[in-house]
């Protein structure tokens, strides 16, 4: 049963898959990187739900941070590199470092930074491996909500209602519920 961070990257530290996809991204040598979001919950709520089999994800959510080159085009030429190493896997490469840019919000100072806004509690989870390939997983909400099927918005996400609307946009495309039937979901409006 998982209960705590370590039981989680004790999770992720047996399954081949996901230790090559952390293996594949390290290979990048980024600043900063992790994969993160759908990555980690599903993983999470496949063992808690019982599944014997894996939820397809549509993307492999890959972000760093570096303010040297904030270019686009950088970022595909990452996905690209990493399609030259699984290509049968659907990467999606973000520099954190412009995203905010993107969403029009203020600059976020670090990937973990850039997590702690993501829309919802139990997918602001990211996995790496540090200089010694231990897994190291940032929560920056913890990870009481994903462990309890929790569904919540960041506080980021919390606070206008234009962000509420994003929020709750995602809850009725995602609809997680669908494939994990113990979520439990917080509607803000």
Not at 15 to 33: E, F, G, R, V
Not at 62 to 75: C, F, L, P
């Amino acid at each position: 049963m998982l209960k705590t961070e370590n039981d989680i990257i004790q999770l992720v530290k047996e399954d081949k898959w996901m230790m090559d996809i952390l293996y594949s991204a390290q290979s990048l040598n980024l600043p900063d990187w992790w994969v993160c979001a759908g990555f980690v919950r599903s993983k999470i709520w496949d063992t808690l739900h019982g599944f014997t089999e894996r939820t397809p994800i549509p993307d492999i959510d890959v972000i760093y941070y570096d303010e040297r080159n904030v270019e686009e085009t950088e970022e595909k030429r990452l996905e690209d590199n990493l399609r030259g190493i699984q290509p049968n896997v659907p990467w999606s490469v973000k520099n954190e470092a412009r995203m905010h840019v993107r969403n029009d919000i203020p600059p976020y100072t670090s990937s973990v930074d850039a997590m702690s806004k993501f829309p919802e509690t139990a997918t602001a989870l990211g996995l790496k491996l540090d200089e010694n390939n231990n897994v190291v997983l940032a929560a920056p909400w913890g990870v009481q909500d994903v462990l309890h099927f929790e569904v919540k918005p960041t506080p980021f996400f919390a606070e206008t209602k234009e962000r509420a609307a994003v929020y709750e946009g995602r809850l009725t495309r995602k609809n997680w519920k669908a494939i994990w039937n113990k979520v439990k979901v917080s509607h803000l409006l």
